[in-house]
C-alpha cells in the first residue's frame, strides 16, 4: 500500500509543441492520458454559447470571452471556421502568445488532476526540446526561458520538479535492453529531438526545426489550403509509398522525404563531431518515436535513408518505439522513479 502512495506521486509530463502527455504508475502499469496543447477563444455571445452546449463540446467563459482548449480545440475551431491557436511552437513557449501559459496550466491540471498537498510533495519530470544544432528558430536563451517557466509553473501547482531532455527520454522508455546505450529520436510537431546515450548518459543532444508543423505549413503553402486541413488529411490518410493522385499527400510525401534527410544529415554533422562521442565498442540502436514517426512505412523509408548515406555510427538497428506517442512521458516517469 504504501508503494503504491509513493509511486502515484510521481509523474512525468511530455510538454510537446502539439500535445501534452501524462505519465503515471498505476499498479504494474504505466498509465497515460494526453489532450493537444491548442486553443481557441471567441468573444462571448449568447448564441454561442448555445451552439457550443448542443454541439456538446465543453468550453469555459471568462469574462467576456468563451475559451475552448485540449482536444476538442480543433472542432471547435473548424465548427466557426477560424484556427486554433497554440501556446507553443518550435518546441518552446510562444512568447508572442499572451494566454499560452495559462492554457497550458490548465491542460497540464486536466492531465495530472488534484495535486495532493502535504509535507512532501509530487515529483513530476518534464521533457524539455534541445537546442537546434545550427541554431535559428531556438536559442539557448529561449531555452533556458522555456524550462524555467516550465517549472515555476509546475512548483506553483505543487509539484518538485525536474526536466529530461525529449531524446534521452525516449532512451528511458525504450531501450532498457542495451543498458540504455543508443539513440532516441523524437518527430514530434516543432521539432525532431535526438539524444544519444552511453549507459544511460546523455552524450549528445540536439533538434532540428523540421518536424509536423512544417510539413503541414509546407504543404498548405503549395496547395492553398489551411494547415490545421492539412494536418487532418495527413493524420487520416498519408502513408508511405502511396502513389498520390492527391495533390496535397503528394506534398506531405516531398515534405517528409526533406525533413527525413536533414533529419539525418544533422545526425551525420553531430555524430562525426567526435570530441564529445563516447568510445562505442559495438553497433547501437536508434528508436523511433514522436507522432510524425507514425504513418505505416515511416522506419523503412527512414532506414532507407540512413544506409544510403555514409553514416558515422555502426548502427545495429532502426526500430519502432512500443507506443511512439507517449514514449516521451514514459521515459520522463521512469527517470523519476529511478529516483526512489
Ligand atoms: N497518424 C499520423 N500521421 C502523420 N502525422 C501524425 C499522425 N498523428 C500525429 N501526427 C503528427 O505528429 C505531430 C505531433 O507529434 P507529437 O505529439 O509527438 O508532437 P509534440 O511532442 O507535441 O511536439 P514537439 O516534440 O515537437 O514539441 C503533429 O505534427 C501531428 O500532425
Ligand atoms: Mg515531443
Known sequence: ????????????????????????????????????NAFVNVPYAPMTEKALKREEIPFERRGAEI???GNEAPRFADLLNVEARRPMTLGVLNSGERE??????????????????????????????????????????????????????????????????????????????????????????????????????????????KAGDFIDSSTAAVTGDLATRVRLTKEEAFHFNGNFSDKLL?????????MINSLIAAMKEAF????????????????LSGGTATPTGFRDRFERALTATEFPLAISEIRMAGDPLTATARGALISVLAEN
Open 1 to 36: 500500500m504504501k508503494k503504491e502512495n509513493t509511486t502515484s506521486m510521481m509523474l512525468g509530463l511530455d510538454v510537446g509543441t502539439s500535445r501534452i502527455v501524462a505519465a503515471r504508475r498505476s499498479g504494474e502499469e504505466t498509465e497515460t492520458n494526453s489532450q493537444l
Open 67 to 69: 475559451l475552448v482548449h
Open 100 to 209: 499560452g501559459l495559462a492554457v497550458v496550466r490548465k491542460i497540464v491540471s486536466t492531465l495530472v488532476g488534484e495535486v495532493p498537498k502535504g509535507d512532501t510533495r509530487p515529483r513530476i519530470a518534464y521533457s524539455v526540446p534541445a537546442v537546434p544544432l545550427s541554431g535559428g528558430a531556438v536559442t539557448e536563451e529561449g531555452l533556458t526561458y522555456h524550462e524555467a517557466t516550465l517549472k515555476g509553473l509546475l512548483e506553483d501547482m505543487g509539484f518538485e520538479t525536474r526536466a529530461i531532455t525529449e531524446g534521452l527520454a525516449v532512451i528511458y522508455s525504450e531501450l532498457e535492453d542495451t543498458n540504455y546505450t543508443g539513440i532516441g529520436i523524437s518527430c514530434g510537431g516543432g521539432l525532431c529531438n535526438v539524444s544519444l546515450a552511453y549507459l544511460s548518459m546523455p552524450a549528445i543532444n540536439f533538434s532540428i526545426p
Open 250 to 258: 503528394q506534398a506531405v510525401s516531398v515534405y517528409y522525404d526533406d
Open 272 to 287: 562525426s563531431n567526435s570530441r564529445r562521442m563516447p568510445k562505442l565498442s559495438r553497433p547501437i540502436p536508434i528508436v
